[in-house]
Every structure is written in structure tokens, then in C-alpha cells.
């Protein structure tokens, strides 16, 4: 990999997927009863996978350069996801009534599209539905959100993350595109983001009732504990 190429984007995955992986083998015993596959010898191959990805991002240099990017990157996909779910939140309780509404509401500014997936740690998804969010934010729509008492700043600072986010399009496309990173490279990152993900599902819907580990599978909870 080279380290121009290599985005927060892609970085902050690979951090927090290994972050994940490190509490799936340190739960492996209580979790492996849910899947057939779930196993030590899985678990720690997967710490072996991510590892040897992070060696590598780490063995290119100017890591200091990259963690300065990514902490500017992940508290504005934090900011944003916090703010998204406070605004939906909100038009759920003063719109219980208007159904009409609520479905609008969803539809026009991305939440049909790009909420789950969003709030699950996929930081493309992520990065759509902040401006989708932006894009079709009209006068009307803020006026009727913020009618009920939403503080406007909420939508205020999600408006100014989305132009922030802008500025890291091309990270975003890096996500789905190898130019850049090698195609072996990307192959690995993707494998194990995808494997990363299914226990992520899993794992939170089991400790559901334990806040504590169940936050130790959430993508922007590892991200926002990265060191």
C-alpha cells in the first residue's frame, strides 16, 4: 500500500476492524455456540488477518500524517451519525401522529436508504446519506423538523459535516474503487471488513442487554476509541 493513497477511510476500517476481531477471540468461548464457524482457531485467525493488514499500513511510514487525517475523519462520521439518529429521533416523537410526514421525512433525506447500514459501521453508506441528507434539506423540511423544539444547531452542524465530508470524496471512493491500493490489498481488506461485519450484527444483537460488550462490536465505537 502506499501511504498517498491510503485514506482514512480505509485506514479507520482496518483499525476497527482489528479493534472488533480483538473482542470477538477475547468472547469466542461465550459467542461460539451462535455460528458453527465461531471457534478460537477462527478468532485467532482473524487477529492473524488483521494484524498482518496493519503491519503492513504501519511499515509504509508516515503514519502520524494519516492518524492527524483520520481523527479530523472520524469525529465528523461520529458528529454526523449522532446527529442523524437525535434528528430522527426527534420527528418519531413530535411526528407520531403524521404518518404521512414520517414517511417523507425518511424517504426524502436518506433514511430508507442509508440508516441501517449506516449505523452498522458502512462508512460509504455513511458518507451518501450525510449528503443525501444535505442535498434535499429544504427551508420547509428544516422549518417543520424544528417546529417541534429541536435545538437548530443539530441540524446546523450536520449540514457543515456534510461539506466537510466533501473534502474526503475521494477516500470514499478508494472504498470502492483498487486504484490506489493493490488489488491483493484490497481483496484482504474487503474479506475481512465483510467477516468483521457479520459478527458485528451478531455480537451486538446477543449482548444487547450488556451495553458495555455490546459496544465492543460497534464500528464508530471502536472508531471513536482508536488510539
Known amino acids: 500500500m502506499e501511504s ?3 485514506c482514512p477511510s480505509t485506514f479507520a476500517t482496518v483499525l ?3 479493534s472488533i476481531v480483538h473482542s470477538f477471540a477475547e468472547n469466542i468461548y461465550e459467542l461460539a455456540h451462535l455460528r458453527k464457524e465461531w471457534n478460537v482457531a477462527y478468532a485467532e485467525s482473524l487477529k492473524n488477518k488483521a494484524r498482518q493488514i496493519v503491519d503492513k499500513i504501519f511499515a509504509t511510514g508516515n503514519v502520524q500524517n494519516r492518524m492527524e487525517k483520520l481523527k479530523i475523519w472520524r469525529e465528523l462520521m461520529i458528529s454526523s451519525l449522532t ?3 437525535i434528528i430522527r429521533a426527534s420527528v418519531k416523537n413530535d411526528y407520531k401522529n403524521d404518518k404521512p ?3 417523507e421525512f425518511y424517504q426524502q433525506l436518506g433514511y430508507n436508504d442509508y440508516f441501517s447500514d449506516a449505523k452498522n459501521g458502512d462508512h460509504f453508506s455513511m458518507f451518501h446519506f450525510v ?9 420547509d423540511l428544516r422549518e417543520k423538523i424544528l417546529a417541534g423544539g429541536l435545538d437548530p444547531r443539530v441540524i446546523d452542524r450536520l449540514l457543515e459535516n456534510a461539506r466537510e465530508l466533501e473534502n474526503f470524496e475521494e477516500c470514499f471512493i478508494l472504498m470502492k474503487d483498487t486504484a490506489g491500493i493493490t488489488e491483493g490489498d484490497q481483496e484482504l481488506i474487503s474479506a475481512l471488513y465483510s467477516d468483521v461485519r ?8 446477543y449482548y ?3 451495553p458495555q460488550k455490546r459496544e465492543a462490536f460497534n464500528f464508530f465505537k471502536a472508531l ?4
Open 4 to 6: 498517498k493513497s491510503l
Open 16 to 18: 476497527a476492524c482489528q
Open 101 to 103: 410526514f414520517q414517511k
Open 83 to 85: 446527529d442523524i439518529g
Open 208 to 210: 444487547y442487554f450488556d
Open 224 to 227: 471513536r476509541n482508536l488510539r
Open 198 to 205: 457479520d459478527i458485528s450484527r451478531i455480537a451486538t444483537a
Open 131 to 139: 449528503r443525501t441528507f444535505a442535498a434535499n434539506m429544504t427551508d
